[in-house]
């Protein structure tokens, strides 16, 4: 399996990216994508979480209202798109594949992590 995520960048606060993670390998029709984030320093946590099958989702508070997640069966893919951007959004975004939870441990696959930078 592998997973490849894209997307990030560097913007200004208030603005908005899109994530894309790509995962070949396998079937996921039975599994969840997820995303996690770590911060320097900080562990890493769990910001947004889609089911293949059901297009389910699920969201941290912190990002509630503002970040999306979908996918593109036919693609493979899976998206975050994240909108009115701040600071403390700044981090590192891994997505993963497994479980549909919000621990880490529960996924078992993760791809490479893209840098977000949000300015102020």
């Known amino acids: 399996v592998q997973l490849q995520a894209s997307g990030g960048g560097l913007v200004q606060a208030g603005g908005s990216l899109r994530l894309s993670c790509a995962a070949s390998g396998r079937t996921f029709s039975n599994y969840a994508m997820g995303w996690f984030r770590q911060a320097p320093g900080k562990e890493r946590e769990f910001v947004s979480a889609?089911?293949?099958?059901?297009?389910?989702?699920y969201y941290a508070n912190s990002v509630k209202g503002r970040f999306t997640t979908s996918r593109d069966n036919a693609k493979n893919t899976v998206y975050l798109q994240m909108n009115s951007l701040k600071p403390e959004d700044t981090a590192v975004y891994y997505c993963a594949v497994g479980t549909i939870a919000t621990r880490p441990t529960s996924y078992d696959y993760w791809g490479q992590g893209t840098q977000v930078t949000v300015s102020s």
């Open positions: 889609i089911a293949w099958s059901s297009a389910n989702t």
